[in-house]
């Protein structure tokens, strides 16, 4: 029944690794995001896609390159992690674009670089 | 530049009181939305209200209400009745288009 998910929950890595974060929604909505709170509970958008199409990209380093290969899911790539890369990730989606559609947030994954 | 400002990091209220969190927001747009969310510790984030700045009247969700001042873009969050499932970090955000933007964060207490 969970409407957002994402895998996994915690992860913890060493820099310099890649890894991936993935997050499905079984809403049926066109809109995904993105978004990094760190350490100090600040959330920030990092990338929406509306319909498999990258809408917002926020001033994300490169490292980071989210992928969605269908409309239910959006998964995020990063290389070459860094310390600075901890955080938790969230996925979130929403029927459409445009602020007035409500985003519904997946758990968060929690990110460790040691 | 856009940004959203929750003056109180921390606060807290007893138990079946009312509390009332601040969040004020810049902007030149005349149309956008407003959001409060909730954040407990299980991470999750939740959504508690949400205004659209077309319309006057203030939004209410049970014991939720907003006190929405366009003109002194202004809007903050009361919670009557306090319970200690309440307990959480609240994120004022402002969403003028796709993109949205939080605030710092307002950690609630509730005290037993």
């Known amino acids: 029944d969970t409407a957002v998910s994402q895998t996994p929950k915690y992860l913890v890595t060493q820099m310099g690794n890649d890894k991936s974060i993935k997050c499905e929604q079984n809403?049926?909505?066109?809109?995904m995001y993105w978004y990094k709170q760190d350490s100090k509970k600040f959330l920030k958008i990092m990338f929406s896609?509306?319909?498999?199409?990258?809408?917002i990209n926020e001033t994300v380093p490169n490292r980071f390159s989210p992928k969605s290969p269908d409309k239910a899911h959006l998964n995020l790539h990063i290389n070459s992690l860094e310390l600075g890369d901890s955080a938790v990730y969230f996925c979130?989606?929403?029927?459409?674009?445009?602020?007035?559609?409500?985003?519904?947030f997946g758990p968060g994954t929690r990110l460790t670089v040691l | 530049a856009q940004t959203v400002t929750q003056s109180q990091p921390e606060m807290s209220v007893q138990e079946a009181e009312t509390v009332t969190l601040s969040c004020t927001y810049d902007?030149?747009?005349?149309?956008?939305?407003l959001f409060w969310y909730k954040q407990p510790p299980s991470r999750q984030m939740i959504l508690v209200i949400r205004?659209?700045?077309?319309?006057?009247q203030n939004a209410t969700e049970n014991r939720f209400s907003v006190n929405f001042q366009k003109a002194a873009k202004s809007f903050s969050l009361k919670i009557s009745d306090s319970q200690l499932g309440d307990a959480a970090m609240y994120f004022c955000?402002?969403?003028?288009?796709?993109?949205?933007?939080f605030g710092k964060g307002t950690r609630l207490h509730i005290l037993p």
């Open positions: 955000a402002y969403r003028p288009d796709d993109k949205i933007i």
């Open positions: 902007t030149s747009e005349s149309d956008y939305y």
């Open positions: 205004q659209e700045a077309y319309k006057q």
């Open positions: 896609y509306n319909n498999k199409e990258l809408i």
């Open positions: 979130a989606s929403s029927q459409g674009q445009g602020p007035y559609n409500e985003q519904f």
């Open positions: 809403l049926g909505h066109d809109t």
